[in-house]
């Protein structure tokens, strides 16, 4: 039976909808959970908004302030939508899209809503919500329940016809050489859901530690604090009073002692000799931004430096001595909140890798041991990963899909499944043997490809089979896919990429490493349009044979914009591809220029493939609406609808490390980074030709130079953040902006440095070690991108405590959480997100952004301790991976 259509509009959250309506309404946190009670009834809805989803947490703080919080969520939610409330009376249908939720619904009946799944809920009905973990859904409203018409099933059966005999290539075997040592990999990531047990994921920077919310109950309808509260507030302020007491006696000794300027080392020794952190005989002791009124901003810095802030079981907080030393060499215990945000990985770099195999493989056996377990248990590890790709790093590469299957084809690798990543032969990659041949028929003759290998190994029995497809199609010196001079693609790439899909498909059958094939019983990834072509040639040309019964086949989607379309009269699906005429209903595709007569091998894959995965939810989402599926949008709410399409948020690379960073000056940690930043700071200002000035905001940019990064945004706006207008704000700015692309962008870069020559620093080009630099240094980074299908800098910048402004779509709203109300998320926001790809939508939220770091500095350095906490550990992405893979693999395939 079809569900109800949605007629109405998705509302933000459930907090939300519940404050609105005035609902007699009861949260608390019980038991690890949050858990709310509510009469589901007549709420208010808002107008549709471009990305719906919102997480919990932007509406569900870990403080009760009463009333006042409720009007500050509905305030939030509605300049979140740009929308006046509306107040129909209305069912909902309630989609999850991260995480899960369970409700109690007629007093008994327990029903549990997971990724994916929705529940119809009727106007007037009672129901108990419960989260025990990080969640994000949509809330649908259905003024009527008139049902779903005109929806056309894209997953019809296509009419049944005579499958193409599968023939075994002729493999010409030779013997393998001996495995050449291997080059350096990286382990970068490809997403990040954090999990607290093997069952339940938990995206990364969706909540606070569990330690951190609030305990006993709590009701929104009253606001008053209980005298206990009070009590434990004037218990509080004594503890206040006496800890500042301290700190001020221990400057003035220090003073008195004939010190000018008191150094952190003086302070620390003080405080020792004092009894450890200064805190209060009781252990209450008063955070550096409370304290800081009274004194100066120099004996700030040094209080912040030498104390760290943890979350007690009971929510309150306490302080410990900091050594500044990393976690991994530090004698303090390790059991800490300090201890727990040492050593944060991050993501996975878009352009280069700077650590080789072996450092890597060191920093993540520290993160290992220390604090980072796999936690989901992969349930399917003995079967062999089979990775495609267009292009592989350190190999080949061109952005993020070669980092990110990079990325595969370590981590699935180190989680113990036999991998194999299958790439082009571009070039005479050093260390690779040939180790077999194989004929491939295509475009109406027979074509022969070599197979060149080499093996990575990672320890402990664990590696990759890096193998690359040889044709003289892949010799091309000019670009990966075309000649950037004369822009467009190669001729030929339709050709160039079928006889990779099909090479792919042929090495798991032919080729002898280490002593054995990998087999039929395999599941393939495949990536973007390049390898769309792997599922239809999986089915139509193997699995009709009865070859590959058992294998199953993930369709990875990086970016949308590129879909890889080609006049289908021009191509012949059996001619040239070599494919039975009923392989045309799934490759038929819509192009403006060629209309129908179009064949669109991205379409194909994502139709035919087991399962779709791809960089974050919020894109996940974004690309079932015409505008982000680019004409796609219908074939992937048909794959949503059977819960095969899924959104798993990137993951960075281990090195990403503020604590262990070797590229940076200075290093820190969450504990401790004011200090160091500085110095970063004024590193890079000398380094570039920038005047030395601590008090300017550092805005930094490191990206591709083209419209879709928002690049022009950022143009027309310097000279308004160049001009001091007597605000505070404008005019106390510099910029440092590094990328490569179009001609027009690059010039627009350089004529910018040449008006503001000491305040505008260009690169033109990239510099790998001067991203980590900058990282470190600045003190915002923009990142307005017009569509961001998961983004990666920005990720980057938070675990170096610099704050990200972004515009609010794809990835970019996923891994940053806006502060949208200073009062309400100060304590989750982690960067500032702008809606509109315009230049005044951005220089709103700019100015906020360079507003609070002029003039409200406790408030910027709350949100630098938020962004630093962010956790965007790759292994954590891959829980999730693995448990795609299990559901795949015990689900029906999708046809064949």
């Given at each position: 039976?079809?569900?109800?259509?949605?007629?109405?509009?998705?509302?933000?959250?459930?907090?939300?909808?519940?404050?609105?309506?005035?609902?007699?309404?009861?949260?608390?946190?019980?038991?690890?959970?949050?858990?709310?009670?509510?009469?589901?009834?007549?709420?208010?809805?808002?107008?549709?908004?471009?990305?719906?989803?919102?997480?919990?947490?932007?509406?569900?703080?870990?403080?009760?302030?009463?009333?006042?919080?409720?009007?500050?969520?509905?305030?939030?939610?509605?300049?979140?939508?740009?929308?006046?409330?509306?107040?129909?009376?209305?069912?909902?249908?309630?989609?999850?899209?991260?995480?899960?939720?369970?409700?109690?619904?007629?007093?008994?009946?327990?029903?549990?809503?997971?990724?994916?799944?929705?529940?119809?809920?009727?106007?007037?009905?009672?129901?108990?919500?419960?989260?025990?973990?990080?969640?994000?859904?949509?809330?649908?409203?259905?003024?009527?329940?008139?049902?779903?018409?005109?929806?056309?099933?894209?997953?019809?059966?296509?009419?049944?016809?005579?499958?193409?005999?599968?023939?075994?290539?002729?493999?010409?075997?030779?013997?393998?050489?001996?495995?050449?040592?291997?080059?350096?990999?990286?382990?970068?990531?490809?997403?990040?859901?954090?999990?607290?047990?093997?069952?339940?994921?938990?995206?990364?920077?969706?909540?606070?530690?569990?330690?951190?919310?609030?305990?006993?109950?709590?009701?929104?309808?009253?606001?008053?604090?209980?005298?206990?509260?009070?009590?434990?507030?004037?218990?509080?302020?004594?503890?206040?009073?006496?800890?500042?007491?301290?700190?001020?006696?221990?400057?003035?000794?220090?003073?008195?002692?004939?010190?000018?300027?008191?150094?952190?080392?003086?302070?620390?020794?003080?405080?020792?000799?004092?009894?450890?952190?200064?805190?209060?005989?009781?252990?209450?002791?008063?955070?550096?931004?409370?304290?800081?009124?009274?004194?100066?901003?120099?004996?700030?810095?040094?209080?912040?430096?030498?104390?760290?802030?943890?979350?007690?079981?009971?929510?309150?907080?306490?302080?410990?001595?900091?050594?500044?030393?990393?976690?991994?060499?530090?004698?303090?215990?390790?059991?800490?909140?300090?201890?727990?945000?040492?050593?944060?990985?991050?993501?996975?770099?878009a352009f280069e890798q700077l650590l080789d195999n072996d450092g890597l493989l060191v920093l993540r056996s520290r993160l290992e041991q220390e604090e980072r377990p796999v936690r989901y248990g992969a349930k399917h590890l003995s079967t062999p990963i089979v990775i495609v790709s267009s292009e592989i790093h350190p190999w080949s590469k061109t952005g993020g899909l070669a980092m990110v299957t990079g990325s595969f084809a370590y981590e699935f690798a180190m989680r113990g499944h036999r991998t194999m990543a299958v790439s082009p032969y571009y070039s005479r990659f050093e260390g690779c043997k040939m180790v077999g041949r194989a004929k491939v028929w295509l475009d109406g003759q027979e074509h022969e490809v070599r197979y060149y290998h080499q093996r990575q190994e990672y320890g402990a029995g664990k590696g990759c089979d890096y193998v690359f497809v040889d044709h003289h199609s892949y010799h091309r010196t000019e670009g990966l896919y075309g000649d950037p001079k004369r822009g467009g693609e190669y001729e030929d790439n339709l050709f160039r990429f079928s006889l990779l899909s099909i090479a792919a498909l042929e090495a798991p059958l032919v080729l002898e490493l280490a002593g054995s094939t990998y087999g039929q019983d395999v599941c393939f990834i495949a990536n973007d349009w390049q390898t769309g072509l792997l599922p239809v040639y999986l089915l139509h040309k193997y699995k009709r044979s009865n070859v590959y019964r058992n294998a199953r086949c993930l369709m990875v989607l990086h970016n949308m914009g590129y879909q890889g379309k080609y006049r289908k009269s021009r191509y012949p699906c059996d001619r040239f591809l070599g494919l039975p005429r009923e392989a045309e209903r799934v490759l038929q595709g819509e192009d403006i220029n060629y209309r129908s007569d179009c064949i669109n091998l991205l379409g194909a894959g994502i139709q035919l493939a087991d399962r779709v995965l791809t960089?974050?939810?919020?894109?996940?989402?974004?690309?079932?609406?015409?505008?982000?599926?680019?004409?796609?949008?219908?074939?992937?709410?048909?794959?949503?609808?059977?819960?095969?399409?899924?959104?798993?948020?990137?993951?960075?690379?281990?090195?990403?490390?503020?604590?262990?960073?070797?590229?940076?000056?200075?290093?820190?940690?969450?504990?401790?980074?004011?200090?160091?930043?500085?110095?970063?700071?004024?590193?890079?200002?000398?380094?570039?030709?920038?005047?030395?000035?601590?008090?300017?905001?550092?805005?930094?940019?490191?990206?591709?130079?083209?419209?879709?990064?928002?690049?022009?945004?950022?143009?027309?706006?310097?000279?308004?953040?160049?001009?001091?207008?007597?605000?505070?704000?404008?005019?106390?700015?510099?910029?440092?902006?590094?990328?490569?692309?179009?001609?027009?962008?690059?010039?627009?870069?350089?004529?910018?440095?040449?008006?503001?020559?000491?305040?505008?620093?260009?690169?033109?080009g990239f510099k790998a070690e001067l991203e980590h630099k900058m990282m470190a240094a600045c003190d915002l980074l923009l990142m307005p991108s017009q569509y961001e299908p998961c983004g990666l800098p920005q990720m980057y910048a938070q675990q170096y405590a610099t704050l990200p402004v972004v515009h609010e779509t794809g990835g970019l709203k996923d891994s940053v959480r806006g502060l949208f109300d200073e009062a309400h998320s100060a304590k989750s926001a982690t960067g500032f997100l702008f809606s509109g790809f315009n230049s005044n939508k951005f220089m709103e939220r700019l100015y906020q952004a360079l507003d609070i770091f002029h003039n409200k500095k406790a408030l910027f350095k709350q949100l630098q301790e938020n962004a630093i906490k962010s956790d965007y550990y790759w292994p954590h992405a891959m829980d999730e991976y693995e448990r795609q893979i299990d559901l795949t693999l015990e689900e029906l395939p999708t046809c064949g």
């Open positions: 039976s079809k569900r109800p259509r949605p007629v109405g509009v998705p509302c933000p959250s459930l907090r939300c909808a519940a404050s609105c309506a005035g609902l007699r309404a009861r949260t608390r946190w019980a038991s690890g959970q949050w858990e709310m009670v509510a009469d589901h009834g007549v709420v208010k809805a808002v107008s549709i908004m471009s990305t719906p989803a919102l997480n919990i947490f932007e509406y569900f703080g870990t403080e009760s302030s009463g009333d006042t919080r409720l009007s500050a969520c509905v305030a939030s939610a509605t300049e979140r939508c740009g929308q006046a409330f509306q107040e129909p009376e209305f069912d909902e249908y309630v989609l999850v899209t991260s995480g899960r939720v369970e409700l109690v619904r007629g007093g008994n009946e327990r029903t549990v809503v997971s990724q994916g799944e929705g529940v119809l809920l009727k106007a007037g009905e009672r129901v108990t919500w419960t989260w025990p973990e990080a969640c994000q859904y949509v809330i649908i409203c259905l003024p009527s329940l008139a049902p779903e018409d005109g929806i056309e099933d894209l997953a019809a059966a296509t009419p049944e016809a005579q499958p193409q005999a599968y023939e075994p290539s002729l493999v010409v075997a030779e013997e393998a050489a001996a495995q050449a040592s291997p080059e350096p990999r990286p382990a970068d990531g490809a997403c990040n859901l954090q999990t607290d047990s093997e069952e339940d994921p938990e995206p990364a920077g969706a909540w606070p530690s569990p330690e951190q919310a609030p305990s006993g109950e709590r009701s929104l309808s009253d606001g008053a604090r209980s005298a206990g509260a009070r009590d434990a507030d004037a218990e509080e302020m004594h503890a206040k009073q006496v800890y500042l007491k301290k700190v001020q006696d221990i400057f003035a000794e220090l003073e008195q002692d004939g010190n000018q300027e008191v150094s952190l080392t003086q302070f620390k020794r003080a405080m020792k000799a004092r009894g450890g952190s200064g805190g209060s005989s009781s252990g209450s002791s008063s955070s550096p931004s409370i304290v800081g009124e009274c004194l100066e901003p120099s004996q700030v810095e040094i209080l912040e430096a030498t104390t760290t802030y943890t979350v007690s079981s009971n929510g309150t907080s306490t302080s410990n001595p900091c050594h500044n030393l990393p976690e991994y060499i530090s004698s303090s215990s390790g059991s800490g909140e300090a201890g727990a945000l040492m050593g944060r990985a991050t993501s996975l770099s960089v974050s939810p919020n894109y996940a989402l974004e690309m079932q609406t015409p505008d982000g599926g680019h004409g796609l949008h219908r074939v992937l709410r048909e794959k949503a609808g059977r819960r095969r399409l899924v959104g798993i948020l990137n993951g960075i690379s281990d090195e990403w490390n503020p604590a262990t960073d070797p590229h940076i000056p200075a290093n820190y940690n969450a504990a401790d980074f004011t200090i160091s930043k500085r110095k970063c700071k004024a590193a890079l200002q000398k380094e570039l030709g920038l005047i030395p000035d601590p008090d300017v905001a550092l805005l930094g940019f490191c990206g591709r130079l083209c419209y879709q990064k928002g690049v022009h945004l950022i143009t027309e706006i310097i000279p308004w953040l160049m001009t001091d207008t007597g605000n505070g704000v404008n005019g106390r700015v510099q910029i440092l902006l590094m990328g490569k692309g179009d001609s027009n962008s690059e010039d627009q870069l350089r004529s910018a440095e040449g008006c503001y020559r000491g305040r505008v620093c260009s690169f033109v």
